[in-house]
């Protein structure tokens, strides 16, 4: 994983473990990369992204007669970057629908420092939320762009992410979508770290991990009852009954 994506059928066959084992680690040690808890600040990049919804899981049958009935609205979600760190990246799911202004606010309000210059690419909904006052937000566009701002990190943390959902699997359920967000800004902002195996294995204690990987159902049934046009359906049924990480698990990461 340090490396980058390697398919759950090569980590099962170099492991000798069950396909569904190898999903299961994977999304724990996803789990224990989160976002930082600290804010943003200085120079925040911020930059509006869509994904294509995504109830991967539930059966190529099931999911061939949701198609015909279900509405396939964009999952909406917030890149965003500073200059203090390599590590400095955020990214997070604001709703399954379209943009919405107070939704906007309310990520910078949780993500960014109040006393951030947070610039962003011009459109209607980042248009919306300048005009509300509530942070300083520059936004700008290729005719309207004198001081000739650019958004380039938060960029090439869309653009490697995208890469990584696209190119490198064969898609990810919207359930994890920002898991896997987290595991794209880790590998830019570790990729040339000597100690990068004791980072994950650090992470590897953190003991909220296996609460958010065994809780995500509950969590995205949340998400999607609160921020989303779409209804919730429900995927998993399994039950959990120990949080143990096995030392087996990091044979994932080297």
């Known amino acids: 994983?340090?490396?980058?994506?390697t398919s759950l059928k090569n980590i099962a066959s170099q492991l000798n473990i069950s396909t569904l084992t190898a999903f299961d680690w994977r999304h724990k040690i996803l789990a224990s990369l989160n976002t930082p808890d600290y804010q943003l600040s200085g120079l925040v990049e911020l930059i509006q992204s869509e994904f294509p919804f995504n109830r991967k899981g539930i059966g190529v049958s099931n999911a061939r007669e949701l198609n015909k009935d279900l509405p396939k609205p964009p999952v909406s979600m917030i890149m965003a970057a500073d200059y203090n760190a390599d590590n400095s990246f955020a990214a997070g799911i604001l709703r399954i629908g379209n943009w919405t202004v107070p939704e906007i606010?309310?990520?910078v309000n949780l993500h960014v420092h109040p006393d951030s210059v947070i610039?962003?690419?011009a459109s209607n909904s980042m248009v919306a939320v300048k005009q509300t006052g509530k942070f300083g937000l520059t936004v700008f566009s290729k005719k309207q762009n004198p001081h000739k701002l650019n958004v380039k990190k938060s960029s090439k943390f869309d653009s490697d992410f995208k890469k990584?959902?696209?190119s490198k699997t064969r898609g990810v359920s919207s359930k994890y979508l920002h898991l896997y967000a987290n595991w794209a800004a880790f590998l830019i902002a570790n990729h040339n770290k000597e100690n990068t195996q004791n980072i994950i294995s650090r992470s590897l204690t953190n003991h909220f991990a296996w609460a958010e990987f065994t809780n995500r159902?509950?969590?995205y049934?949340?998400?999607?009852q609160n921020h989303s046009e779409v209804p919730y359906i429900k995927t998993c049924n399994r039950k959990w009954e120990t949080a143990e990480i096995r030392p087996i698990m990091k044979e994932l990461l080297y």
């Open 105 to 107: 606010v309310d990520y």
């Open 217 to 219: 159902e509950n969590k």
């Open 164 to 166: 990584l959902i696209f």
């Open 119 to 121: 610039i962003s690419p």
């Open 1 to 5: 994983m340090l490396k980058g994506h």
């Open 221 to 224: 049934k949340l998400f999607l």
